[in-house]
């Protein structure tokens, strides 16, 4: 399984940015997927989830209300919509397929990560 992660760039506190993630292969397209992010010195953590079929998602506290994450099943793709950034938004953020339907917070239960993409809010 290869993930391709893509979107990512520099913005202002207050933007809007959407990052995505297309995965090959059957095995990934219907697993449990999510996002997670690393900001420089810092340690990985959970951004957002979304099951297999994209009916149930969990997020982050500190991004709730303002990401989104959805998925279609039919490009094998799951994109991230990230509102009203901060600059505590900035760091690396990675997309990954689980071992399973989900939602899954814990990123032991992720099989596969793509290379991850840089987003940086400027306040």
């Known amino acids: 399984v290869q993930l391709q992660a893509s979107g990512g760039g520099l913005v202002q506190a207050g933007d809007s940015l959407r990052v995505s993630c297309a995965g090959s292969?059957?095995?990934?397209?219907?697993?449990?997927k999510g996002w997670f992010r690393q900001a420089p010195g810092k340690d990985r953590e959970f951004v957002a989830a979304?099951?297999?079929?994209?009916?149930?998602?969990e997020y982050a506290g500190s991004v709730k209300g303002r990401f989104t994450i959805s998925r279609d099943n039919a490009q094998n793709t799951v994109t991230l919509q990230m509102n009203s950034l901060k600059p505590e938004d900035t760091a690396v953020y990675y997309c990954?397929?689980?071992?399973?339907?989900?939602?899954?917070?814990?990123?032991?239960?992720?099989?596969?990560w793509g290379q991850g993409t840089l987003v940086t809010v400027s306040s």
């Open positions: 990954a397929v689980g071992a399973g339907r989900g939602p899954f917070v814990e990123s032991s239960l992720y099989e596969y």
């Open positions: 292969g059957d095995v990934s397209r219907y697993a449990a």
């Open positions: 979304i099951n297999y079929s994209g009916r149930s998602t």
